[in-house]
């Protein structure tokens, strides 16, 4: 996700430099390396947030936007389990999701490629705030009515799909090539934080104070996530403004297509969601273990291995060979996952998901840095619009193999099948696809600028209206 900055934009002049005694030690003296510091050899490398405001504010607003989304997302299903009593009406609103989420993902993978990057990201965060207000003017009434809780929901999962791709397209314009490792740990340290953090503090809240209150909470971090927004500079896309056209994303599937390392890394992330992510079985693990109350360890555990790798992330800026670690991350997964079906007790279990969650994070971490590094700025929309789909769908599958096999096997079957699965999957993906086992992001970049010179990346533009 990166590309040499255009002189015609603000938001593509180099981002400001810290000018604090910290950051500009008196003449004659050379601060150590950021990677040379003793402290930072585990610690997370700030240095874009150091250097780029911009980057610190989208970073920012993203934060308090997650922190209060999750506390939506975790009224919708109580409030719909507490007005219909149905389990089938709960697990509805994750299907109502889905859709919107893939088709609006495609298309504003399209949008972010034509259209202000800043421009989309502030607009769809306007409308999810509108949104949180009519959840909570619903929540209010005598007797609050199910069906604007699945309008809500699908309309949020279209809006995000609209916005996500703009958001993740716009880093490489905030931070210098040599910091975007860096930047993606710090934006997985946001959802590892979260994950860890947010679930029990909505929960708490609305024992305590009701559902409207976690809408309120919602609210309010989407006007606070406004303000900050607005901030940042706009991040113009480079080509013309025209009306995108979504079948404009066969362009992004095309060149995709010509890069194995780059299927690698769709394929690699797919093995790790479709076969070792089994949340799907957390509600049953838990009762097998004997322990109905540790349901929500379950499902933190991989939050916490996730941020256990983000808060010790310091060492992967000094990593080249992002191929490997997205391979042997996926390894990880799968063994964690497979040795969690012959754990004895719950801490056993729990250990393993940790481990899980760490390799999680590593692989999304690096896959993300082959994503950022070598996909040209003009298809960058696009290819996070596919990162959506497969990400979206990949959750999605894993829970309809892990459910039918555990309903057909045992609930330690579907888990073992599917970490060695995964193990398995990676090993044949490392001798099928070596162009991503030698994938070396100090020699790519050289690599893009070629392939951008000798094959064209876009058609023309098509004069018919948008759909």
Not at 67 to 93: K, N, R, Y
Not at 116 to 121: F, I, Q, S
Not at 138 to 163: C, D, E, F, K, S
Not at 212 to 219: E, K, M, R, T
Request: proline share 8%; charged share 15%; with cysteine.
């Amino acid at each position: 996700m990166t590309s040499e900055p255009s002189p015609a934009s603000r938001a593509d002049q180099p981002p400001a430099v810290d000018q604090s005694p910290a950051a500009n030690p008196p003449t004659g003296t050379t601060p150590p390396p950021e990677a040379d510091r003793p402290r930072s050899r585990l610690l997370p490398n700030t240095a874009p947030w150091r250097s780029s405001r911009d980057f610190r504010l989208t970073w920012t607003s993203g934060t308090v936007t997650l922190l209060g989304s999750i506390f939506t997302m975790t009224a919708v299903p109580l409030q719909v389990a507490e007005l219909t009593g149905s389990p089938l009406a709960v697990g509805a609103v994750g299907a109502v999701e889905l859709v919107p989420t893939i088709l609006f993902g495609l298309y504003g993978g399209v949008l972010a490629d034509r259209a202000d990057r800043r421009t989309v990201a502030l607009a769809t965060e306007v409308a999810l705030a509108a949104l949180s207000a009519l959840l909570l003017a619903n929540a209010l009434l005598g007797t609050p009515a199910i069906w604007p809780l699945y309008v809500a929901a699908g309309v949020a999962a279209a809006l995000q799909g609209i916005q996500q791709p703009s958001l993740e397209a716009m880093i490489p314009r905030l931070v210098p090539q040599d910091q975007l490792v860096a930047a993606g740990a710090l934006l997985s340290l946001r959802w590892s934080i979260g994950g860890v953090a947010a679930p029990a503090a909505a929960g708490l809240l609305i024992a305590t104070a009701g559902v409207p209150a976690a809408y309120l909470v919602d609210l309010g971090t989407f006007l606070l996530s406004i303000a900050l927004l607005a901030q940042v500079r706009p991040v113009p896309s480079e080509r013309d403004a025209e009306a995108p056209q979504l079948t404009e994303f066969l362009t992004g599937a095309r060149y995709a297509a010509r890069r194995p390392d780059l299927v690698g890394t769709y394929l690699a992330d797919l093995a790790t969601t479709v076969f070792a992510l089994p949340t799907a079985l957390f509600p049953f693990l838990a009762a097998d273990l004997g322990a109905t109350w540790a349901l929500g360890l379950l499902y933190s555990a991989g939050a916490v291995g996730s941020l256990i790798a983000a808060g010790t992330s310091g060492w992967t800026d000094r990593v080249h060979r992002h191929g490997r670690l997205v391979l042997l991350s996926a390894a990880l997964v799968g063994a964690a996952t497979a040795t969690a079906a012959f754990a004895p007790g719950l801490w056993a279990v729990l250990l393993c998901l940790t481990v899980a969650g760490f390799g999680h994070w590593i692989g999304d971490t690096f896959r993300s840095a082959i994503w950022n590094q070598s996909i040209p700025d003009e298809l960058r929309g696009r290819a996070a619009g596919l990162e959506m789909l497969i990400g979206s769908a990949g959750p999605a599958l894993g829970d309809l193999r892990a459910g039918g096999l555990a309903a057909r096997q045992g609930i330690r079957a579907a888990l073992r099948t599917g970490g060695l699965l995964c193990l398995g999957s990676s090993a044949a993906l490392s001798a099928a696809i070596p162009a991503l086992w030698r994938y070396d992001q100090r020699t790519r970049h050289d690599q893009r600028e070629q392939e951008h010179q000798q094959v064209p990346l876009t058609k023309p533009a098509r004069t018919e209206p948008a759909p």
